[in-house]
């Protein structure tokens, strides 16, 4: 069993630059990789980014290319996402997500089976 904790969020500006984290307990970090998903009111949960644990590669959904970095503390047990120049449209509920399959590519959310709550980000125009 894998608990995810996510903090981090809150209430910024376009432009602004915020950091979540997800601490894991229960087992280290997935080999398979770590995801961050988000959910707007009324739309879908989405894909954002996400890690290929030992492979060393990084998934990113277009929208968050170039403006997102997915990033691991192992020592913490921890990780990152960081979020730079954010957009009213990245208002949202971010979501961390602990693969366990390596069958289902990661932008996928059923490869997914462990999930935190989630932590609430508002970017105001």
């Known amino acids: 069993q894998v608990q995810l904790v996510e903090s981090g969020g809150g209430l910024v500006q376009a432009g602004d630059s915020l950091r979540l984290s997800c601490a894991a307990s229960?087992?280290?970090?997935?080999?398979?990789?770590m995801g961050w998903f988000r959910q707007a009111p009324g739309k879908d949960r989405e894909f954002v980014v996400a890690?290929?644990?030992?492979?060393?590669?990084?998934y990113y959904a277009d929208s968050v290319k170039g403006r997102f970095t997915i990033s691991r503390d192992i020592a913490k047990n921890t990780v990152y996402l960081q979020m730079n120049s954010l957009k009213p449209e990245d208002t949202a509920v971010y979501y961390c997500?602990?693969?366990?399959?390596?069958?289902?590519?990661?932008?996928?959310?059923?490869?997914?089976?462990?999930w935190g709550q989630g932590t609430q980000v508002t970017v105001s125009s």
């Open positions: 890690d290929s644990g030992s492979l060393g590669i990084t």
């Open positions: 229960g087992r280290p970090l997935s080999s398979y990789g």
């Open positions: 997500a602990y693969r366990t399959t390596n069958s289902v590519t990661p932008r996928y959310s059923s490869g997914y089976r462990y």
